[in-house]
């Protein structure tokens, strides 16, 4: 399976010729869902869900399925009937050659006195886990955690803490629009050293090709 990183929150993962997009949001490229074969969104903030980008994903393929939470299912449901499926904590589901498990309920807290809305991760093919907006630990091994390292609901000690905890063979870069060229380095290092896994990132449009014994048993 191959990583292709995209702006910010956005990956596409490539395998056997299918496309699956997780967070096609407003700060990704404009086709960052072109060719999409399943969609997965996380949560509805603008970063992560931008309707437009969706919208003109599901038009252009017939075929195309978005997976998401109650929160961003019921805006688009209505226009792609019986192709836009709802999805909690404990869901497993297949999709385009694609294994997917749901994980977590609610988005990291920013602030008390913002109420915490939902948020899903999703593990793709037992191998690849992406958190959303959420530092979530999955029932099961992670091989490749797609890592969100710069936000404002968190801090580098707890990116550390996070990575620390999910014990991945890689901690992948992600949620990384905010974050500068010159802090860039920093979180590199500390992470790389306390987080006690392989760390990197990828520029936007370069891409990682998976070990082919990833994720099997």
């Known amino acids: 399976m191959r990583i292709v990183k995209k702006t910010h929150s956005c990956v596409r993962l490539e395998k056997d010729g299918r496309t699956l997009v997780i967070d096609p949001g407003g700060f990704s490229e ?3 869902a072109a060719g999409a074969d399943v969609l997965l969104v996380t949560h509805e903030h603008p970063d992560h869900f931008d ?3 969706l919208r003109a994903a599901l038009e252009a393929d017939p075929a ?3 997976w998401t939470l109650r929160s961003v299912a019921g805006q688009l449901s209505p226009a792609f009937p019986g192709r836009v499926r709802t999805v909690g904590h404990g869901d497993a589901f297949e999709a385009a050659g694609f294994r997917v498990q749901v994980h977590g309920e609610l988005h990291a807290v920013i602030h008390p006195d913002i109420p915490r809305i939902t948020n899903v991760g999703f593990l793709v093919d037992g191998t690849v886990f992406h ?3 959420a530092l979530t630990v999955p029932e099961a091994p992670v091989d490749t955690l797609l890592l969100p390292v710069h936000a404002p609901w968190n801090k580098i000690s707890e990116v550390i803490d996070y990575v620390r905890e999910v ?3 890689y901690a992948l ?3 990384d629009a905010l974050l500068t ?3 860039r380095p ?3 290092r500390q992470i790389g050293a306390l987080g006690g896994a392989e760390h990197g990132r990828l520029a936007p449009g370069a891409s990682l090709d998976l070990p082919e014994h990833s994720g099997n048993p």
């Open 30 to 32: 404009q086709d960052a």
């Open 173 to 175: 870069d992600v949620h």
């Open 51 to 53: 309707e437009g980008r």
């Open 131 to 133: 958190p959303g907006d």
């Open 64 to 66: 195309a399925e978005l």
């Open 186 to 188: 920093i979180y590199d």
């Open 167 to 169: 014990r991945p063979r």
């Open 181 to 183: 060229d010159r802090a």
